[in-house]
């Protein structure tokens, strides 16, 4: 019995890794602080040592994660890309080198960036094409956006085939102005620089690249035929000398109080770069040391990362705002006086609810501790209350909603207020933004200012009302021209067509994201039946426990809900599933797809292959049945062509396929 449940933990911890992965490297939004990630990643590995059967070559504790995009064209590097292991401890770097030696080899310390890696590829002194880090094995090609960028040079003095390696990142200066254009234009911000030199280094127009003034600090080589390059330090002299970028920064030393020097002094001195550095990288010098270590499944046994703790900056709480969400839920948010920490300037931070605002004891125009959670969510860690002063007011957490001063409610045993008035202006609009954007409905053109002014003109109320609208009200608003509102009016009508689950995430049913959406909308073939659904019920769809359970309930046993529904309905939105296929055409074969894709893309091959009892992978390998090719397919479809069991078929052959299931 305890096996079914490590079994579950280890998949549980499989899917959260994953799910982050995605968000890091595809998306450069995550939600998690390196160290929370490092922690999951160690939990993981911790439970695989213990129960060695449940071990897969396809864990993210024995690959590099991907930051290969959909329906992009990849190379494969002559030479593997590793990741970093990382130490968040002096006591963790002795027993890394202990491990290599009793007694401290030569080391060397430089910077670690905190950007994109990149491989650049150079025969005959010229540039030959770039790519992202991918998956350790192929990377994502981003030839024509590098050549954009000055400090990488597109001819080089060596002329044999060399692949070179380094970091992408955006200077601190450009990240602010960047950030300051967004926000005139009411685009999102970035978070830090490192997500927006990642989301930079993908965009589809080189021009727009060029404008936001990628750098780079290149420190490593890949594939080279000649055994040129003893030392590490020598490795950097060779770089310089092909008109690389590289850190002048780097010192070498058999010292272990060197190391804990150097490293103490730029987790203090960071803040003066004009660049983000997240830590340390330790390496051997010795190249021939390096080899006879050699790699982990994903991680060289030769170098390590010393990660810096959160920066921590003192400032002035000036007021506290409280926000409504769109289910309800009130946040409060500190107001601060501007300071600079960890690469951005701060003036918000959350206060996350009522408990913790009573913890910290806040007053007004207290001297306040932040740091940026993860380098990512600005938070308040503590309130210097000896500075205070004795006329400060306390900060009290309101009774009434501060938009619609409707009175606010707990759950049980709950920390959270909501306010319950679906009618709350507040809530309007963040349930309007949920339920237009790509992930529900996905209604191209309704973006946040545009939201704004249908509530404020009243030209929408409901999320019904989006369907009902008067264009020729919308024409007359600011900036809206004829072409734009008619997009905007197919968008509309085209998301009456979205498939049930997505239309049942857009509704904002608390504790019900993208996947419990989905999971009921298997269970449940249309809304009646779902809407009808006990609690018990509820609760034998896999995944949803009594907590989420109780939340739908509760929303469908709402009058107002349910009269929504059944208005959308009248609209003519879609609210029931496709028709389960029963025969199963696809039943225990696998599929892979590369290549640029004409007649679907990869998230519908994907649902298409399972619908039909079919799996899909994401490497090729001897398990794999079916590899469907599409234009400019590379290296996947080298690899295939050698094994053969493989099946190699167009996007045509796929089709019929899941015709003659039909």
Known sequence: MEDIFVWA???????????????????????????????????LKKLEEEYPQYKEISSPTARVGSDISHDSTVIEHKERMYSLDNAYSFEEIKTFLNKISPNIPEVTLEHKIDGFSVNLFYDNGDLQYATTRGNGFEGEIITANVKTINSIPQKIKYQKPIEIRGEIFLPISEFERINSEREKKLLNKFANPR??????IKLKNSSEVAKRKLDSMIYSVGFCEEKLINSQTELVTFLEHNKFKISHEIIATKQFEEIEQYCNHWEKERSNLSFEIDGIVIKVNDRRLQKKLGFTSKSPKWAIAY????????????????????????????ILKPVFVAGTTVSRATLHNQDEINRLDIHFHDQVVIIKSGEIIPKIIRVESHSRSAEAEKVIFPTNCPVCNAP?????EGVISYCNNLNCQAQLYQRIKHFASRDAVDID???DALVKQLIEKEIINSIEDIYQIDYRKVIILEKQAEKSVDNLKK???KSKTQKFHKILFGLGIRYVGAKTSTLLTQKFSDIDKLMSASVEELMQVDEIGEKIAESIHEFFGNEKNIKMIENLKELGLNFQSEEMVTNNILDGKTFLFTGS????TRSEAKEMVENNGGKTLSAISKNLNYLVAGKKAGSKLAKAEKIPTIEIISEERFLEMIKQGK
């Open 9 to 43: 933990e280890i998949k549980e911890l499989r899917e959260k890794i994953a799910y982050h992965e995605k968000l890091y490297y595809e998306k450069a939004q995550p939600e998690i602080s390196d160290f929370q990630f490092d922690k999951l990643v160690q939990q």
């Open 597 to 600: 894709l004409e007649k679907f």
């Open 491 to 493: 968008a509309i009508e």
């Open 307 to 334: 990660k810096f703790k959160a920066e921590e900056k003192t400032t002035e709480l000036l007021d506290v705002k409280f926000q409504v969400g769109r289910t309800g839920a009130i946040t409060p948010v500190a």
């Open 195 to 200: 997500n927006a030199a990642a989301g930079t």
């Open 445 to 447: 053109g309704l973006g």
């Open 408 to 412: 606010l409610q707990k759950e049980d």
